[in-house]
């Protein structure tokens, strides 16, 4: 497959959006968005997958503003580290920045149709604050702690919508993650699957101190069935 960088223009300046392009050279695009650790091991694994799968994938640099570049490890200092950039990143200024990398993807000769976002994490709050400011085909989120406390743009969001929590999560309580499921309900473009006996970041498996090799290899599958279903 094809990995390159585009550059991405915004009005005040322009960022790096890492893209691979699978290798049938086209096909529906995703924008996958990172969590605190940056376009990392984990970032850059699913994003191969992606692609490995038909996707042309790209993954935006959102932190650019504070550290261009930034990718940590996921050890105790690099997670440290990670949140000590993560607490000086704008949320509204970054779910702009996402939108246009959207919009980049989208104009790619390499676009085939339809557009999706993943996002982990950080991430997935952006994926979900995105889905209710731009169109998009299908939206994945995963464990958005920014979720629950913004249920009330669900109704702004028309796109088919997946979010996936942890329901041993510390960071989102359950009684967080019921509020988004009461919210959800009677919704019929929004899923919400709860992993009960997992906890925060439980899909990164370059991160063993979160991840849950029990949940989730049929957590992943069923977002890439999301996928496939709405974006295929």
Sequence with gaps: M?????KVAVADGAFDLHLWVPDGGHGPVVLLVQEIYGVGPYIRGVAEELAGLGYVVGAPDLFWRIQPGWVAGHDETGTAESLRIGARFDVPQGVSD????????RALPEAD????????????????LLAATVEAD????????????ATGLMERIACPLLMVFGGSDPYIPRDRVALV??????RPNVEVHVAEQAGHAFLNYE?????????????????????NRHLR
């Design 2 to 6: 094809e990995n390159r960088v585009e």
């Design 98 to 105: 996402a939108a246009a990398a959207l919009s980049l993807l």
């Design 113 to 128: 149709g339809r557009a999706g976002v993943v996002g982990f994490c950080l991430g997935g709050s952006v994926a979900y």
């Design 138 to 149: 299908a939206v994945l989120s995963f464990y958005g702690s920014a979720v629950p406390d």
């Design 181 to 186: 499921e009461e919210a959800a309900a009677g």
């Design 207 to 227: 991160a063993p101190q979160f991840h849950n090799p029990d949940a989730a290899p049929a957590v992943w599958a069923l977002g890439l069935d999301f996928l």
